[in-house]
């Protein structure tokens, strides 16, 4: 069986997301690819720094926030991942409520959502997906000190609206608590929404969508 991102022998598979993505309880059938050990990312550091990201949402269900309490242990073993995760940290006021703000490394995060876009398109259509995703982290939005949304590039406005729009067809998941996908079919390609923990969302798309959305 070949690899589902390249032609090499597939010798494993890999968890779609990642594994370290489930906490104790929440492993059972989870969804699998064949992959090649240059394609299976389990063990990234990078894969650990974009579970914490999103399990530290504020908004996310009480697996989301477990999985932020267990990822804890990673900054035990790990203090240069806490430096690299929080380093900025510090504390604001929005709409009157106590929380803190943190500069997340954005391109570190989307670039271990590519790969979950590949292994579910692959899942999904039975062979490899032939272009380069777009990664929208539709939950992230920026902020000044003050809580004030700072305004968004016209492209991710695009974006957000168009999302807005779309019904996206729901696909069943072994883990809905955890990780949730829909898909939705668009003139020139098609568009990915992952939902996880159940209440941090990301978008994925492909080259022609970009290319309507620049028009």
């Known amino acids: 069986m070949k690899c589902h991102m390249c032609d090499a022998e ?3 598979r890999e968890h779609v997301p990642p594994k370290s993505f489930f906490p104790d309880g929440y492993r059972k059938d989870l969804i699998t690819v064949p992959s090649c050990p240059a394609h299976n990312h389990a063990q990234s550091l990078d894969i650990e720094y974009a579970r914490n990201i999103v399990a530290g949402f504020d908004g996310v269900n009480q697996v989301g926030e477990l999985v932020f309490e267990l990822a804890k242990r990673s900054y035990n073993r790990s203090p240069a991942l806490f430096c690299e995760s929080f380093h900025d940290f510090r504390p604001i006021c ?25 292994a579910i398109y692959f899942k999904e259509y039975g ?16 902020q000044d000190a003050d809580g004030r949304l700072i305004a968004e590039s016209s492209r991710w406005q695009k974006v957000r609206k168009l999302v807005a729009t779309i019904q996206f067809v729901p696909k069943l998941v072994p883990q809905p608590n955890v990780f949730g996908f829909g898909v939705c079919e668009l003139p020139g390609g098609l568009m990915f929404e992952f939902v996880f923990y159940g209440g941090f969302t990301i978008h994925c798309f492909g080259p022609m969508i970009e290319k309507n959305l620049a028009a």
């Open 10 to 12: 597939a010798t494993t």
């Open 94 to 118: 929005i709409n009157g409520q106590d929380t803190g703000a943190f500069t997340v490394d954005l391109e570190r995060v989307k670039s271990k959502m590519a790969p979950i876009a590949n």
């Open 127 to 142: 062979h490899q997906y032939p272009a380069q995703w777009n990664v929208f982290l539709a939950s992230m939005r920026s």
